[in-house]
Structures are given as C-alpha cells and as structure tokens.
C-alpha cells in the first residue's frame, strides 16, 4: 500500500512530501505469433523493472469494460533495453480457445495498459494470411507520411478480409534499426494490436537490437550462423511455428555466406524433418528476395543465395517462399532447382500445377508507400530475359512484375486443394502515398504512369497454385475362380428312319460355353461298351458309326486359344444308313459324353 510521509521544520517554514513511485508506463504494444495457433505473445515496453503480466479474458466476460475479478494472468519476462533505456517484456498466451473473442491488457494492478481485443479461429483447416513487403517507415525522409500510408494499408488490408489470421512481415518494419520514433509509427496501428503479426528481419531492422526488444518469435534459434554480425548489437536468429495446415519457417537472410547459408539450409532441413508431416504447405519468409524485379536482383549477395538456396527448397517440398527488399511485386514459375519446372507455363498464368519440386517465389512491393524500386532490365548471362516476353524487359524466373508506385499487400488461401495467392492494391496515387507525395518518384500508376491508378482493393496479379501431381499406385481389382462351364440344349432327335432308301440323316444340338483358362476342348465320347460310337436299339447296332462335329466318336467339336463367354455352340450330328441295312421296329439312341476341359487352367 502506498505510503505517505509529511516531514515538517516548524521555524524553517518548509514542507516536503515524498510518494511512492510511480506505476511503469507500457508502450508500444504488439500481439505476436505463437508457436501453435492456440497460442498468441504479446510484446511490449515498459519504463520500469518491475513484475508485469498480461490479464486475459473472453471478451463476453467484460462488463462495461472490466474485467472480471478471476481474470488470469500471464507473467512477462521482463529484460533490459540495450538501445535507448527502458525494459522490454513479453508474455506467452496460451491454451486459448477456437472461435472465441478475447481482450487484455498489459501491466500490473494500477497500471494497466488500454485494453485491446483479438478473435481466435478454428484451430485447423484452411487459413487465410496477409503478408506486407517493406513498411520501412523513415525511408521516404517523412516518418508521419510513411506512418499514415502503413496504417491505412492494415485498415484496407484488415477490414477488406476479416477473417484473415496472421499478418506476415517481408522485413525492414523501419528505415533505421534502433530510431524509437519510427518504431513507434510502424507500430501505431492498433490492428497490430489486434491481429498477430509474424515478424521477418529486414537489412534496415538488423544493424541494432531494437528489432529483438520489440518482437518476441517462438522456436527461434539464436545460433552464431544466423546473425551477420556481434549478436550483442543486432538482431538476429531462424524461428519457426505451425498455423493450421501451413508451417512457416522464417530465416534472417542478412545472414549470408556459403557456410551461413548451407546453416540455414540445414535448420529448414530439421525443421521440415521434424514438423512437415504437420501441415500440408511449407512456406519460407526472408527478406532479401532472391528472384526480385528491380535494382536488388543482381546484388552480390542475392547472386550468393540464388547459388545456396533454390535446389534444397526444390528438394525439401516447399511450397512458397515470401520475400521483401526491392519494393516492387514479382511471381515466378513454378521454379524447380531455380529453373522453370514446366516448359509449357505461360507468363501470367493464373492456374498452375506446382509438380514435383516446384516453388512459388514473391516479391512483395512497399506495403507503407515510404519507397518503391523501378523494375529493372534483365542481364544476359546473369540474371537474364524470359525468353517468352518479346520486349526482354521480364527476368527469366518470373511470370509476372509489377511496379505502379501505389501501396499494396499479398493475401495468401492455404486451402486443402490449393494456394491462392493474390496481390491487391491497397492505395492508389492520392495520399496517402509518401514516395510519391515527397516527390521520391515521378510518376505513378499502370504502364509507367501511362494509365489511371486502379481502385482501392482492385488485384494485380492472381494466381491459384495446385499442388504437386505425385503419382501413387493404389491397388484395385477382383480375384476370377478357375471357370469351366457346359451347357447342353434340347436333345438332338434324327426322326424316323425309312428303311429300304439309303439316306444321310442329320440333327443338331447347342452348347454354352464359358472357360476362364488359357485354353479349353469340347469334346464328345460314348461311354457305352455296347457297339461303341453306333447307335443301338436293343441287341441291334446300326452299322455306320455317328458322326458328331463331322467325324465318328471320340470327336473334338470345338477348340479355344484363350478364355470364353457364353460361347453358342452348334453341334451337328450325322447318321448313314444303307438302302441294303435291315432295321429293327424302335429307337435307336444312345447316350453321349461332352467334355470341356484344359490344359492351361
């Protein structure tokens, strides 16, 4: 409790009173990404090293306001500032729950932040995410200018598509890493407040260590090889987290080399190893954008990486790969081994089959409008022409680059059968648009300014990436038992013989035939031992043998080569009978044998 204390010098005519210290002031409040989606990280600043937690509750437990007395609380860590004093803290949010509001606040008892409020989705399933290229707010030379542009594209962005889940960084949140004054307006929205925003190291955030007292990342390997520099003075570190059906794996691309790159090669290696089975995409984010359109793409390092990266992400089954740096928008092919998967791929495709190691790469363009970088000439024998786009003005990676000096953001469907991927404008040449306000560009709009800038929410460029066709062998089938059938029709009848007349007499029956195996004979026996293959009436035999199929008992009717069905059968029978042959007052018959058999069952 606090405590009062009244010293008085009466004949001095002084008074002091001294109170208890102050409350910590909390700013620069930003809701984070968490390893799982049933975790959020709230992240902040704190003027004193006092204990600081985050209270939490569903937002329809609040009355006029309050929160309720057994709100939970989540304990910060809290550290020191190593650039410009003060403390940074950050709490882990965890256990939330699906479709459900939630609001908190940060500090302590009688020193609350303001509260703020976010919504959590299903847990699985598809997941919608928007992704922001170089708010980099400073660049233009106009902080309150660049500041307006960033806040306007989250308010565009955010209410254009509210369901939306993550906000994913391209890198460079500020032109300077350690200028408190442009952290402050890239963080003067309260939708970074509201949705949780994925932060990606940029070359303007690495050179101090602002960067890490502002965003706390799950997962993150703060290993030597992913630092380009003293880690006590920049920021640094890989980090990874599952969201649904999409494992993200973010990398600090400032650190480069072969030895810095094969580390990071080796990190997504285990990454994907351990968690890839979890989710259906694997999506990289890093900053330095590999296959850019403009002034960046033939840097030395990004030569460097083009070398080290494009053959493991082929290998490896990554999706898509997001990227910043060059402020200016491209989509490549389907990219496998860092050349074109599919020969037949047409420049703006907006329907494409990945197949087997084929990727995705985005540049995204200025997500503030602080700065844009004019689209570039290929460079034969570096990174050269599209041999499909006649003017030569298009790189050889790319379907698609765009450059029309207005703010835009990329929104990403990871659903169960694709990726749609889309880049949308979220301003348009009026302000605000700092580049082009301050006079940093020229020009603005379509076709190099030749054309009127299209409307707010109006979309580049579209495309819906299905995924890989890897063939799989599923067995089907049905088992046939060894099959041998016979059917025999109406029985065969000569009629009356005339005697006296020597006549050929002929009758006929049928057979159905069906046989499974490789071959198959019909054939006809007499079994009798009485005159065999004669026809008898009593003790009298006729003396011409029956023929049957043509020629006297045992004879073969019909022969088959391969299996039958329902085979119909005609089977003709003859009987000769002399004019001088004496014949017995009766019938003669006889009762025959018909076979189908195999040697191939």
Not at 71 to 91: D, I, K, L, Q, Y
Not at 296 to 321: C, E, I, M
Request: glycine share 10%.
């Amino acid at each position: 409790m606090a405590a009062l204390v009244v010293t008085a010098a009466f004949g001095i005519g002084s008074i002091t009173i001294a109170g208890a210290q102050a409350p910590a002031t909390n700013s620069a409040i930003v809701l984070g990404v968490g390893a799982k989606p049933s975790q959020r990280v709230v992240s902040w600043y704190t003027s004193a090293n006092t204990t600081q937690s985050v209270q939490l509750a569903p937002t329809s437990q609040l009355v006029d306001g309050a929160f309720p007395a057994n709100a939970p609380t989540f304990a910060a860590t809290v550290a020191a500032n190593t650039v410009n004093g003060g403390f940074n803290a950050h709490a882990v949010l965890d256990g939330l729950q699906e479709n459900t509001a939630y609001s908190y606040r940060v500090g302590a008892e009688g020193g609350w932040s303001a509260t703020y409020t976010f919504k959590t989705q299903k847990f699985s399933g598809n997941v919608d995410f928007l992704f922001f290229g170089d708010p980099q707010i400073g660049s233009s030379g106009n902080v309150p200018k660049d500041g307006a542009g960033w806040e306007d594209t989250l308010k565009v962005a955010t209410e254009a598509n509210p369901n939306a889940e993550l906000l994913v960084s391209g890198g460079d949140q500020v032109e300077t890493a350690n200028t408190e004054a442009q952290w402050n307006a890239f963080l003067g929205s309260d939708k970074l407040r509201s949705y949780p925003w994925a932060a990606t190291i940029g070359n303007h955030d690495v050179g101090g260590r602002a960067y890490d007292q502002h965003f706390w990342t799950p997962n993150t390997d703060r290993s030597a090889d992913f630092y380009n520099g003293d880690a006590s003075t920049r920021s640094g570190g890989d980090y990874w987290y599952t969201y649904k059906n999409v494992l993200f794996i973010h990398l600090n691309s400032n650190a480069y080399s072969v030895a810095k790159d094969v580390a990071h090669v080796n990190y997504i290696t285990s990454v994907v190893n351990a968690h890839g089975a979890e989710a259906k995409y694997t999506v990289l984010v890093y900053h330095h954008a590999i296959y850019s359109p403009a002034s960046h793409a033939n840097d030395s390092d990004n030569v460097q990486r083009r070398k080290d990266f494009p053959t493991a992400f082929s290998d490896l089954g990554v999706d898509l790969v997001l990227q910043g740096h060059d402020h200016s928008y491209s989509r490549s092919y389907a990219l496998k081994n860092g050349q074109k998967g599919n020969a037949s791929e047409q420049p703006g495709a907006n329907q494409v089959t990945q197949g087997p190691g084929g990727v995705i790469y985005v540049t995204g363009n200025s997500a503030s409008g602080s700065k844009y970088y004019d689209l570039s000439t290929p460079r034969a024998g570096e990174f050269g022409p599209d041999p499909l786009d006649p003017t030569g003005k298009r790189h050889y990676a790319n379907s698609v680059e765009n450059q029309e000096h207005v703010r835009t953001y990329v929104k990403v469907q990871a659903r169960d059968d694709a990726l749609v991927v889309e880049n949308i404008r979220s301003g348009t040449c009026a302000a605000p648009n700092a580049a082009v306000e301050v006079g940093n560009v020229s020009w603005c709009g379509p076709n190099n300014g030749g054309a009127a800038a299209q409307p707010v929410g109006s979309i580049v460029d579209r495309v819906v990436i299905h995924a890989a066709e890897t063939p799989a062998d599923a067995p089907v089938g049905g088992t046939v038992p060894a099959t041998l059938a016979l059917t025999l029709g109406a029985q065969a009848a000569f009629g009356a013989f005339t005697p006296g007349i020597a006549k050929d007499y002929t009758a006929s029956t049928t057979a159905t035939v069906v046989s499974t195996a490789g071959d198959a004979a019909l054939t006809a026996t007499d079994p009798s031992t009485t005159a065999p293959g004669r026809l008898v009436n009593g003790t009298f035999a006729l003396t011409s043998p029956l023929q049957v199929a043509g020629t006297p008992l045992p004879s073969t009717v019909k022969t088959y080569a391969a299996p039958v069905s329902n085979d119909n059968v005609a089977i003709d029978f003859k009987q000769s009978i002399g004019a001088n042959e004496a014949l017995r007052t009766g019938s003669y018959a006889k009762t025959l044998t018909f076979t189908l058999s195999t040697t191939n069952p």
